[in-house]
T-cell receptor, first 114, second 111 residues
Framework: IAGITQAPTSQILAAGRRMTLRCTQDMRHNAMYWYRQDLGLGLRLIHYSNTAGTTGKGEVPDGYSVSRANTDDFPLTLASAVPSQTSVYFC?????????????FGPGTRLTVL | KNEVEQSPQNLTAQEGEFITINCSYSVGISALHWLQQHPGGGIVSLFMLSSGKKKHGRLIATINIQEKHSSLHITASHPRDSAVYICAVKRNTGTASKLTFGTGTRLQVTL
């Protein structure tokens, strides 16, 4: 693994189904983030984690949950998917200390909820 | 009004042209990030800066903290520069590196 990986690459999901998007990084970064990208709106933060064992809500957290059991993995779960959650989802990571917290992004997961 | 505004939204240029993309923000920041997103979707970090100017190859980024404005310049543009360029700011609050993003500038460079 080099950098950040996400799975699946894309998914079509029926409304009401549960879905977990996976994210794994091998850079030993403390902080990880989940964003959604929608046309005309730019990237918006869903949830973040400063370090293993802690998580926080971002700008658009409703309908999503995350966990951070270890440094490398940061899964995003949609408990009961709705069509408005159709989007492209990006995971990112960064060092936490210092002001130069450059973020590194995964390749994205394209999710369609029907 | 968005906290981060980019202009123009869309830009078409001919190969070789000098390109400028602008980013204005309305909040206090500790750093500003320029990102590139190619049609395949992947997002790549180009620059992170908090003052002055940075240069990498044909790309130059500048920031004026007092005026709350940053520019991304591309010299001698090439069709492979075609992408969406995204500005993001790291606010002066909290400990996490939470970013606020602009909506992006779509650049098309033609032969």
């Amino acid at each position: 693994i080099a950098g950040i990986t996400q799975a699946p690459t894309s998914q079509i999901l029926a409304a009401g189904r549960r879905m977990t998007l996976r994210c794994t990084q091998d850079m030993r970064h403390n902080a990880m983030y989940w964003y959604r990208q929608d046309l005309g709106l730019g990237l918006r933060l869903i949830h973040y984690s400063n370090t293993a064992g802690t998580t926080g809500k971002g700008e658009v957290p409703d309908g999503y949950s995350v966990s951070r059991a270890n440094t490398d993995d940061f899964p995003l779960t949609l408990a009961s998917a709705v069509p408005s959650q159709t989007s492209v989802y990006f995971c990112a990571s960064s060092e936490l200390s210092g002001s130069y917290n450059e973020q590194f992004f995964g390749p994205g997961t394209r999710l369609t909820v029907l | 009004k968005n906290e981060v505004e980019q202009s123009p939204q869309n830009l078409t240029a001919q190969e070789g042209e000098f390109i400028t993309i602008n980013c204005s923000y309305s909040v206090g920041i500790s750093a500003l990030h320029w990102l590139q997103q190619h049609p395949g979707g992947g997002i790549v970090s180009l620059f992170m800066l908090s003052s002055g100017k940075k240069k990498h190859g044909r790309l130059i980024a500048t920031i004026n903290i007092q005026e709350k404005h940053s520019s991304l310049h591309i010299t001698a543009s090439h069709p492979r520069d075609s992408a969406v360029y995204i500005c993001a700011v790291k606010r002066n609050t909290g400990t996490a590196s939470k970013l606020t993003f602009g909506t992006g500038t779509r650049l098309q460079v033609t032969l």
